[in-house]
């Protein structure tokens, strides 16, 4: 998959995750604003600063489904170090939100609870080597803020071309 295509693929995830993080503001009660996180025509760390009665949060968006073999997701382990440092940076949690059209959920979880350990997650699988690894976290321990459509979930297969 191209960068032009990674890109517009992320981009749809990162449309999907605002309308659903939106409503499920509302839901909730929440006062909330959401900003761009740097330019989002390029690659960049980060997608979001959101504020959620008050707080501010730095959010990444992930486009892509769990494992099908395994009741659970992953990020590069680089993306992994790199949200830890900017958290540290800029003094803000970070959450990991993935919009997964094979869950048809849009979920997310703050990287510093997803982070305790229970005996088996977050697992760490380096076999492409330790600045290519992947960091796994079980999807039950993310909150769901959505449920895509079908349409939705038919454009993101269409588009989609990963290696999971």
Do not use: Q
Request: charged fraction near 30%; proline fraction near 2%.
């Amino acid at each position: 998959m191209a960068f032009n295509d990674r890109n517009e693929y992320g981009r749809i995830g990162e449309n999907l995750f605002i309308k659903y993080f939106y409503a499920y503001a509302v839901k909730m009660g929440w006062e909330v604003e959401i900003e761009p996180y740097g330019d989002m025509n390029s690659s960049h760390r980060i997608d979001f600063i959101v504020t959620i009665d008050g707080v501010r949060y730095l959010i990444d968006v992930k486009t892509k489904r769990c494992r099908e073999l395994y009741a659970d997701t992953g990020i590069d382990y680089p993306d992994y170090l790199g949200y830890n440092d900017l958290s540290m940076e800029e003094d803000l949690d970070v959450k990991i939100a993935f919009v997964d059209y094979h869950l048809s959920t849009v979920y997310w979880g703050n990287l510093n609870d997803l982070d305790v350990y229970d005996g088996k997650y977050p697992k760490f699988d380096y076999r492409c080597g330790a600045s290519k690894g992947i960091v796994y976290f079980r999807t039950d321990s993310f909150e769901t803020i959505g449920y895509l459509t079908r349409e939705e979930i038919e454009l993101l297969k269409s588009k989609e071309n990963s290696r999971w």
